[in-house]
């Protein structure tokens, strides 16, 4: 018989929220780790599912790098910024941003499954993301006005944070909104705890008349493993689009090499690259810092080697633009 895959939930509760526990775990001294911050700014979260793709005793593992806490964040130069990609400007009201024309943006928890030290996002001022009903009443009474959108992106933090009942919710009021005609959502948690593709999700997701995208966060061949690859079956069972975003960071993925390994994984899982981001410049990210020329090349020599389906396109988020801005 099959084993039954441990609970979400009770895998959220399991997570290593201690850096030193999470290198005992892997049999790694911490003489031979990055320093840790004196005073981190940013909590540290890691699921066991996602430990389960690092390889024990190796201090750079690229899954790894991701997460561990550095005392480098606390340097601060001087391009880096709390807010580098414009939220703040594209702030419509709490909880909502519109930076594109036809999409909008639902900023719908601050929570995540998984602490990602890069992340654009860690200092977004989530104190004000609508949390009852009537708050996102409002929103959905706003939306349902603006006859221009076609898009809902459901993100945050990650929005598969909160139950299926708090989604069906969403999910049922977007329907509502007949201009509405594709839900985006953009999460990682199928790749932290790959048993958060519940089969009420699946069922939410395949009853709605809305076309479903999902869009997933990986930056490494390794972070994708069966546990992995059945989460995403699952969600093309009920019809949804699958796609990828990456992170291009120094040090885990900035080679022609993985960058190639990573499409072809994602394409055994049955997702599609879409955006390889430049990392936007957040206070305390320069470690992973890749320059740009050196993302274009990447980006060249991928696009030699792959069928242009398995080639992300390169981008830079600029403030104020009417789109992703593509570097090559
Ligand atoms: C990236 C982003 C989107 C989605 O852009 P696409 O190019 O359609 O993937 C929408 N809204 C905001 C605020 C974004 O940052
Ligand atoms: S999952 Fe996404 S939003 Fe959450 S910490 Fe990682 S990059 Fe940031």
């Not at 039954?4 to 009770?10: N, Q």
């Not at 594209?90 to 036809?102: F, P, T």
Request: hydrophobic residues 40%; contains cysteine; charged residues 25%.
């Amino acid at each position: 018989m099959q084993k039954e895959p441990i609970a979400w939930t009770e895998e959220l509760r399991r997570a290593f929220r201690d850096p030193l526990a999470l290198a005992e775990h892997l049999g790694i001294p911490l003489s031979s780790l990055p320093e840790l911050p004196i005073e981190p700014d940013f909590p540290f979260l890691v699921p066991r599912p996602f430990v389960a793709r690092m390889r024990p005793g190796d201090p750079s593992d690229p899954l790894l790098r991701q997460v561990w806490p550095d005392r480098r964040e606390a340097i601060h130069l001087p391009h880096e910024m709390d807010d580098p990609v414009g939220d703040d400007h594209a702030r419509k009201c709490a909880g909502v941003l519109q930076k594109y024309e036809g999409r909008v943006l639902l900023v719908t928890t601050g929570a995540c499954a998984l602490a990602c030290r890069y992340c654009f996002r860690q200092n977004y001022g989530y104190e004000d993301t609508p949390h009852s009903d009537t708050d996102w009443d409002a929103i959905f009474e706003d939306l349902a006005g603006d006859t221009r959108l076609r898009e809902a992106i459901l993100s945050g933090g990650d929005p598969l944070t909160r139950t299926d009942s708090v989604i069906a919710r969403w999910v049922a009021r977007i329907e509502a909104i007949p201009h509405i005609e594709t839900l985006r959502i953009h999460t990682r948690l199928p790749v932290a705890i790959p048993s958060r593709v519940t089969p009420d999700l699946c069922s939410i997701l395949d009853a709605t008349r809305l076309r479903i995208v999902v869009v997933v966060h990986i930056n490494h061949s390794a972070e994708i493993d069966e546990s992995f690859t059945n989460a995403m079956s699952r969600l093309r069972g009920c019809g949804a689009t699958l796609m990828n975003q990456s992170v291009l960071l120094k040090d885990v993925n900035d080679t022609a090499d993985q960058l190639e390994s990573l499409s072809f994984a994602l394409w055994r899982a049955g997702v599609l690259p879409y955006y390889l981001h430049a990392l936007d410049p957040v206070r305390g990210s320069s470690r992973f810092r890749v320059p740009d020329h050196v993302g274009v090349e990447l980006v060249d020599e991928i696009r030699r080697r792959l069928p242009g389906y398995l080639v992300p396109r390169l981008v830079r988020e600029i403030m104020r633009k009417p789109s992703k801005t593509p570097l090559g």
